[in-house]
Structure formats: structure tokens, C-alpha cells
């Protein structure tokens, strides 16, 4: 057998002769995984057996789209409702941080192209046209001037949930829903709980929180109604729909926060 010297790699001291013959039918396995793209959750089929058959599964099973699922939760998640709810609790109000919210649209029709969808000019007019809307109906509640730092929490809320539907919609817009939510949840405490710790002085016997029926409800309805409901609802329509059709729905968001926080 004659092979090019750049067919051929020197097999380090510490790995064994064993090992080092599998490490091409691996090679060719994680290959295989990469090009896939298999979902989460997927029927697989490998028809082969040994040193073919094994590595194909190994690297089926480590090589899923759980790590991007869990960069769009993170975004999603801690990002944006991480961000508006602390932005709220240092004064913000809830019409200003829904109508900073509510430029997602146009921010994700301006990214639109990186992941290869077109904005069509009437598209750019309606989108436009709702910005205006939502400008007018917030405005007509009165804004008091908020503080910089919470400002700054509702500007990276929206950026974050602009990447997320960008991110989501480009790596993993298919994905088993129980399954992906349960891998972003598990992402966003990784990060959150952290600084809760830090910044609340979260304790395990939760002594400083304040159980209250208004925090309980606030709670049951972040919980339910926006981590599971509204989320759930979010990637359903970004499976099926451009990611801009789909964000520009949050128009809808700003006047109804507005009436709701009337």
C-alpha cells in the first residue's frame, strides 16, 4: 500500500495501537453526524454493525443541535425576559419597555438577509407603519423618563430576542418542543441563577422572597404564560413562517400592554 505523506499522522506515545485504528472509522462517523443535521429526539436508522455501525450512533448521539437550542434559549430566555423584568423593576415603565420591544420587527426585517429572506418593499411600509402605531398609542399613556440602567436592560432584551428568532431560525427551527424547552431552561438557570444569588441575595430556603398573591400570580403568568405559552407559541410560527411574518406580530405586543397597564 503507498500513501501521500499528508495521508499520514504519527500515533502519539500515550494512545495505543488499539485505539489509534479507530480513530478514521470515527473521523468518518462524526462526518457523517455533521452533514445529517438529525434532530433531536429523531429515528435513526444506522444499517451496520462493529467498528462501522457503532461510531455512527456514538456520534449521532453527542453531535444533536441541543448546544444551538441552548444558545436560542439563552437569548430567548434569559436575554429578553431576563431582561424587561429587571428592567421593570428598576422603573421602567411597561408601555416604554413594550415599545422598545416592539422594534424587533424592523430590526429582524434588517437581518433578514442573513439568513436568506427577503423583505419585500410593502413589507418595509407595514413594518414602518405598526412602529408608527405603536409609538402613538404608547405615547398617548405619558412616559416618564427612565434610568439609564434600565434603559440599557430593554435595549439588550430587544437585541436578544432579535438573535434568538435570527439564531433559531437559521440552526435549529425544527426541534422536538418538550425536549428544546427543557434544554433552554436548563441553560437560562445556569446563567440567572447565578446572579440572582449575587444581586437578590437568593438564599435556598428562598427567606427574601416575598410571597405576596401579586408576586404569585406575576410568577404563575412568567411561567406559564410567557416561558411555556408564548414561547411555545414563538417557535411553532418560526418553524412554519419567515422569521419576519412571524416577529411581526409582536406588534400586537405594545398596545395591549399599554391597555393592560392602564
Known amino acids: 500500500f503507498v500513501a501521500h505523506r499528508s495521508q499520514l499522522h504519527p500515533v502519539p506515545d500515550e494512545l495505543s495501537e488499539r485505539r489509534a485504528v479507530l480513530l478514521e472509522p470515527l473521523s468518518c462517523a462524526v462526518h457523517t453526524a455533521l452533514r445529517a443535521r438529525i434532530e433531536p429526539n429523531a429515528n435513526v436508522g444506522v444499517l451496520a454493525a462493529g467498528t462501522v455501525g457503532i461510531p455512527p450512533l456514538l456520534a449521532l448521539k453527542q453531535l444533536t443541535k441541543a448546544g444551538h437550542i441552548a444558545v436560542a434559549g439563552l437569548l430567548l430566555q434569559a436575554g429578553y425576559l431576563g431582561g424587561i423584568w429587571t428592567a421593570i423593576k428598576l422603573g421602567m415603565p411597561a408601555g416604554l419597555a413594550a415599545l422598545i420591544a416592539g422594534m424587533q420587527p424592523i430590526l429582524t426585517a434588517a437581518a433578514a ?150
Open 113 to 262: 438577509p442573513l439568513i436568506g429572506e427577503r423583505v419585500r418593499p410593502l413589507q418595509w411600509l407595514g413594518l414602518a407603519l405598526g412602529l408608527a402605531g405603536v409609538a402613538l398609542v404608547v405615547y398617548s399613556k405619558g412616559l416618564s423618563g427612565p434610568s439609564g440602567p434600565a434603559l440599557a436592560l430593554c435595549v439588550l432584551a430587544l437585541l436578544s430576542i432579535t438573535a434568538g428568532t435570527i439564531y433559531q431560525k437559521h440552526f435549529c427551527p425544527q426541534f422536538d418542543l418538550r425536549t428544546g424547552t427543557a434544554i433552554q431552561f436548563a441553560a437560562t438557570v445556569a446563567v440567572l441563577l447565578p446572579l440572582a444569588i449575587a444581586f437578590e441575595r437568593l438564599e435556598p430556603g428562598l427567606a427574601t422572597v416575598q410571597w405576596t398573591p401579586q408576586f404569585i400570580g406575576a410568577l404563575l403568568w412568567s411561567v406559564f404564560g410567557l416561558s411555556i405559552g408564548a414561547i411555545f407559541l414563538l417557535f411553532k410560527l418560526i418553524r412554519r413562517s419567515a422569521a419576519t411574518s412571524v416577529t411581526s406580530l409582536l406588534y400586537l405586543t405594545p398596545p395591549t400592554t399599554a391597555v393592560m397597564a392602564w
